[in-house]
């Protein structure tokens, strides 16, 4: 048995006949693109999902903004960012997307954020609690 040899077509799944597969070019499925480049069709397909995802980006902020604080401040905060926000957000998405220590670093910076904003919070409310609780110096003269 070891010296046996077998008789087979070769390769398992290869064809009988080379010749025939050569013959029929093999056709693409699926959707039918707009361009036979395909650097073109490339092109297409990622201004279609930028735009799709900066519309579906828009409407989400302003969603969880209006729940809070209303229409007019949602579309004035959304709306009317400037280029140096919008460089320091798309900057900082860049950086989380290339690496683990990049996510590290904004979700970081992120948390940090969240937690300076929620004592600043607190101490407006420990100081309003103040205020009224002390009586007001009258002075007799």
Do not use: C, W
């Not at 013959?23 to 039918?32: M, R, T």
């Not at 709306?79 to 460089?87: F, P, T």
Request: aromatic letters at 2%; hydrophobic letters at 40%; glycine letters at 12%.
């Amino acid at each position: 048995m070891a010296g046996a040899r077998r008789t087979g077509r070769g390769k398992r799944g290869a064809s009988a006949t080379p010749a025939a597969d050569a013959a029929e070019p093999s056709k693409p499925s699926g959707l039918p693109l707009p361009s036979p480049s395909a650097g073109t069709n490339l092109v297409i397909a990622d201004i279609v999902l930028r735009a799709a995802g900066g519309l579906l980006r828009d409407r989400l902020e302003k969603g969880l903004i209006v729940k809070s604080h209303g229409q007019d401040k949602a579309d004035k905060l959304v709306g009317k960012r400037g280029l140096a926000s919008s460089l320091a957000l798309y900057g900082a998405s860049r950086l989380a997307r290339r690496s683990p220590l990049g996510l590290a670093v904004v979700a970081g910076g992120l948390a940090a954020k969240v937690f300076y904003d929620r004592g600043k919070r607190l101490e407006a409310k420990r100081r309003a609690r103040k205020a009224p609780a002390s009586p007001p110096a009258d002075s007799e003269s």
